[in-house]
């Protein structure tokens, strides 16, 4: 006879798994017996239960007493049990039976506390074997038979009290919750006590030793539960997940109590490396892993503990960083104060300070990181580095008021480190922080390439007043070879630079040269009458450019682009064909679009032979393709920086 229909078995069944459950499966029927005799099927639930039969009764030795059984099978005493049960209410009323039963009913409730005694013994052994004896096939033999035989005996009783709570007779059992809470107060019990002895690092203090013990505690148990004791329960009671989630909550409780007090700056980085990087690592391990879902497990600290923690962690790097920076930017001051010249390494002079902050500053935001499990929360300790390289800027201002060449080198090489990790290592820094380190290391840069470049030029003047006058044409190769010769002399001026640093001053020079002899040349100082001036105007600028790309590009100037603009407005000398001229003009002007009108005017105003009506021509020209062409190409800016009047 059917006892309910599915979908009530299926809601005895959701009842079944509130709380901490350890079965899972679904119920699609239960039989009452059809004899007082036969035993509840102990088998898996499946979908579709088979019908019950009496071959666990007849299994039984019936030459051995119940306590006999109880001391060799759990189960077996179990099925007497339920068995004794089953026939003394399998045909009489309750009340019937209290009232001509009632030694039976005192024996048999006294056999069942035996029972449950025996029971909860079994299950509060269950994390006894040690490490050492799991490849003892002996020991874990015993522990897997008396823990299964308890575990079938439970999940046999669990379907016994589906059957009392159906016919609303007897009261439940309830071994699922005394499993569960056994099993809990055991994993309160080891916490207490762990077994196994934390080896310590020196200085480490007691809650730092507590918690490893407990972790350690943990990771054994949990390895034993999933090598040994997953075996001894159906795969459907997740035995596996169910006590990771003990143990969590567990850590998760003490942890909790633990960070209620305030704890010193070491305390709160190991509860905060243990929170986020050691515990989560346990979980990662293979073994583990397969079998545990830890993301269900949630977050070991509640999120305002946390909080707590990453503030007061975050708060002390910030600090740390700080005083570092300080330090370290102070020790540089000293040196120039005292008139020390900056240490030199392979001829290049050099300045320590961003060579020990770097690795710094990258070691702790990666150690935050791994504290924290958060980048975004640990590039906030690498606040502090705008303020000090605000102050590394006036140590730099005060160094060039001085005139300190060496220093001033050195320094630059630094700003070059510092932009190399903003740019490489963005990951470190917050974006806020990355653009603003960046824009007042562009001020530093430029702050050292002029204070390295303007004596440069201050050299060169003399030579640059002869560029495009007369003596230039004239005499061209003697103008322009002291020019080249005052150049060499100068760029010696540059040497003691880091090899980075050098290859971008002598770009900049370079561009700053070309753009110096194109503003002189287009002041119109000479006038080119006719053919042959402006052939030797042609001939001369060629020259000019062939000798200054030669000198620079063997000083390590890769801005091959600079003798192009040279050797195209030679071209625009001696061209004499207006539909030449426009061709040429306009090539040059999509080259460089920050050409201007006034440029081309000073150019064709050179050529003395070109009437205003064929500039006028020349220049409507370019202007038209210009409004035809797509705006917004990338250039190098050259003629922008050429003023003319």
Same mark, same amino acid.
């Given at each position: 006879?059917?006892?309910?229909?599915?979908?009530?078995?299926?809601?005895?069944?959701?009842?079944?798994?509130?709380?901490?459950?350890?079965?899972?499966?679904?119920?699609?029927?239960?039989?009452?017996?059809?004899?007082?005799?036969?035993?509840?099927?102990?088998?898996?639930?499946?979908?579709?239960?088979?019908?019950?039969?009496?071959?666990?009764?007849?299994?039984?030795?019936?030459?051995?007493?119940?306590? $006999?059984?109880?001391?060799?099978?759990?189960?077996?005493?179990?099925?007497?049990?339920?068995?004794?049960?089953?026939?003394?209410?399998?045909?009489?009323?309750?009340?019937?039976?209290?009232?001509?039963?009632?030694?039976?009913?005192?024996?048999?409730?006294?056999?069942?506390?035996?029972?449950?005694?025996?029971?909860?013994?079994?299950?509060?052994?269950?994390?006894?074997?040690?490490?050492?004896?799991?490849?003892?096939?002996?020991?874990?033999?015993?522990?897997?038979?008396?823990?299964?035989?308890?575990?079938?005996?439970?999940?046999?009783?669990?379907?016994?009290?589906?059957?009392?709570?159906?016919?609303?007779?007897?009261?439940?059992?309830?071994?699922?919750?005394?499993?569960?809470?056994?099993?809990?107060?055991?994993?309160?019990?080891?916490?207490?006590?762990?077994?196994?002895?934390?080896?310590?690092?020196?200085?480490?203090?007691?809650?730092?030793?507590?918690?490893?013990?407990?972790?350690?505690?943990?990771?054994?148990?949990?390895?034993?539960?999933?090598?040994?004791?997953?075996?001894?329960?159906?795969?459907?009671?997740?035995?596996?997940?169910?006590?990771?989630?003990?143990?969590?909550?567990?850590?998760?409780?003490?942890?909790?109590?633990?960070?209620?007090?305030?704890?010193?700056?070491?305390?709160?980085?190991?509860?905060?490396?243990?929170?986020?990087?050691?515990?989560?690592?346990?979980?990662?391990?293979?073994?583990?892993?397969?079998?545990?879902?830890?993301?269900?497990?949630?977050?070991?600290?509640?999120?305002?503990?946390?909080?707590?923690? $990453?503030?007061?962690?975050?708060?002390?790097?910030?600090?740390?960083?700080?005083?570092?920076?300080?330090?370290?930017?102070?020790?540089?001051?000293?040196?120039?104060?005292?008139?020390?010249?900056?240490?030199?390494?392979?001829?290049?002079?050099?300045?320590?300070?961003?060579?020990?902050?770097?690795?710094?500053?990258?070691?702790?935001?990666?150690?935050?990181?791994?504290?924290?499990?958060?980048?975004?929360?640990?590039?906030?300790?690498?606040?502090?580095?705008?303020?000090?390289?605000?102050?590394?800027?006036?140590?730099?201002?005060?160094?060039?008021?001085?005139?300190?060449?060496?220093?001033?080198?050195?320094?630059?090489?630094?700003?070059?480190?510092?932009?190399?990790?903003?740019?490489?290592?963005?990951?470190?820094?917050?974006?806020?922080?990355?653009?603003?380190?960046?824009?007042?290391?562009?001020?530093?840069?430029?702050?050292?390439?002029?204070?390295?470049?303007?004596?440069?030029?201050?050299?060169?003047?003399?030579?640059?007043?002869?560029?495009?006058?007369?003596?230039?044409?004239?005499?061209?190769?003697?103008?322009?070879?002291?020019?080249?010769?005052?150049?060499?002399?100068?760029?010696?001026?540059?040497?003691?630079?880091?090899?980075?640093?050098?290859?971008?001053?002598?770009?900049?020079?370079?561009?700053?040269?070309?753009?110096?002899?194109?503003?002189?040349?287009?002041?119109?100082?000479?006038?080119?009458?006719?053919?042959?001036?402006?052939?030797?105007?042609?001939?001369?600028?060629?020259?000019?450019?062939?000798?200054?790309?030669?000198?620079?590009?063997?000083?390590?100037?890769?801005?091959?682009?600079?003798?192009?603009?040279?050797?195209?407005?030679?071209?625009?000398?001696?061209?004499?064909?207006?539909?030449?001229?426009?061709?040429?003009?306009?090539?040059?002007?999509?080259?460089?679009?920050?050409?201007?009108?006034?440029?081309?005017?000073?150019?064709?105003?050179?050529?003395?032979?070109?009437?205003?009506?064929?500039?006028?021509?020349?220049?409507?020209?370019?202007?038209?393709?210009?409004?035809?062409?797509?705006?917004?190409?990338?250039?190098?800016?050259?003629?922008?920086?050429?003023?003319?009047?």
């Amino acid at each position: 006879m059917r006892v309910c229909s599915t979908p009530e078995s299926l809601r005895l069944n959701n009842v079944l798994n509130q709380g901490g459950r350890w079965i899972r499966g679904k119920l699609k029927n239960i039989r009452k017996p059809s004899r007082p005799q036969v035993g509840v099927d102990s088998s898996p639930v499946t979908e579709e239960p088979q019908s019950q039969s009496s071959e666990d009764e007849d299994s039984l030795d019936d030459s051995l007493t119940f306590e $006999e059984l109880l001391e060799q099978s759990l189960y077996e005493a179990s099925l007497v049990l339920i068995n004794r049960e089953n026939q003394l209410f399998g045909k009489e009323t309750d009340h019937e039976v209290q009232k001509c039963h009632t030694e039976e009913i005192e024996r048999l409730s006294a056999e069942r506390r035996a029972l449950e005694k025996k029971i909860q013994q079994t299950l509060q052994q269950s994390l006894t074997l040690r490490p050492e004896e799991v490849a003892d096939e002996k020991a874990v033999q015993t522990l897997t038979m008396a823990l299964k035989s308890a575990v079938k005996a439970i999940y046999q009783e669990e379907l016994q009290d589906l059957q009392r709570k159906q016919l609303k007779s007897r009261t439940p059992s309830n071994w699922k919750e005394l499993h569960d809470s056994t099993l809990r107060d055991l994993v309160e019990s080891r916490m207490d006590n762990p077994s196994v002895t934390p080896t310590g690092q020196p200085g480490q203090s007691s809650i730092q030793l507590d918690v490893q013990g407990m972790g350690r505690q943990l990771k054994e148990d949990l390895l034993l539960v999933v090598n040994v004791l997953k075996s001894c329960y159906p795969p459907e009671a997740n035995i596996c997940q169910f006590y990771a989630w003990l143990y969590h909550q567990n850590l998760s409780a003490r942890l909790s109590k633990i960070v209620d007090f305030v704890l010193d700056d070491k305390d709160c980085t190991f509860i905060l490396r243990w929170v986020n990087e050691y515990y989560p690592g346990i979980l990662k391990k293979p073994e583990l892993a397969k079998e545990i879902d830890s993301a269900a497990l949630g977050q070991l600290l509640p999120k305002d503990l946390l909080d707590n923690l $990453e503030e007061q962690y975050l708060t002390t790097q910030e600090t740390e960083l700080s005083v570092y920076l300080n330090n370290a930017l102070e020790e540089e001051r000293k040196k120039l104060t005292k008139g020390e010249q900056p240490p030199t390494e392979d001829g290049c002079f050099t300045s320590p300070l961003a060579r020990d902050v770097i690795p710094i500053i990258n070691g702790m935001v990666t150690v935050a990181e791994t504290v924290t499990g958060s980048q975004q929360k640990a590039q906030r300790i690498t606040r502090q580095l705008t303020d000090m390289l605000q102050r590394f800027k006036a140590f730099q201002d005060d160094i060039i008021k001085q005139n300190s060449k060496p220093h001033v080198k050195a320094t630059l090489g630094c700003v070059e480190q510092f932009r190399d990790i903003l740019q490489r290592k963005s990951h470190l820094f917050q974006a806020d922080v990355q653009e603003n380190c960046l824009t007042i290391l562009s001020d530093m840069r430029q702050s050292a390439r002029t204070c390295l470049l303007s004596s440069v030029h201050k050299s060169l003047k003399p030579q640059y007043q002869k560029l495009g006058t007369g003596d230039w044409l004239k005499k061209k190769k003697s103008v322009f070879e002291k020019l080249l010769s005052s150049l060499e002399n100068s760029i010696q001026d540059l040497e003691g630079l880091a090899p980075s640093c050098y290859q971008w001053v002598i770009g900049d020079l370079h561009l700053e040269v070309t753009q110096e002899y194109v503003k002189r040349l287009l002041r119109g100082e000479v006038k080119l009458k006719d053919r042959e001036h402006q052939q030797r105007a042609f001939d001369a600028v060629m020259d000019n450019a062939e000798s200054l790309h030669k000198l620079f590009t063997s000083m390590g100037s890769q801005e091959e682009w600079l003798k192009e603009i040279l050797t195209n407005m030679a071209e625009v000398l001696k061209l004499q064909d207006v539909p030449a001229l426009q061709m040429q003009i306009v090539s040059l002007g999509h080259a460089y679009p920050d050409l201007s009108e006034k440029h081309v005017s000073a150019l064709l105003k050179l050529k003395s032979n070109i009437s205003k009506e064929d500039r006028h021509k020349v220049k409507a020209t370019l202007s038209d393709t210009r409004k035809e062409s797509s705006k917004g190409a990338e250039f190098r800016p050259f003629f922008s920086k050429v003023v003319v009047k």
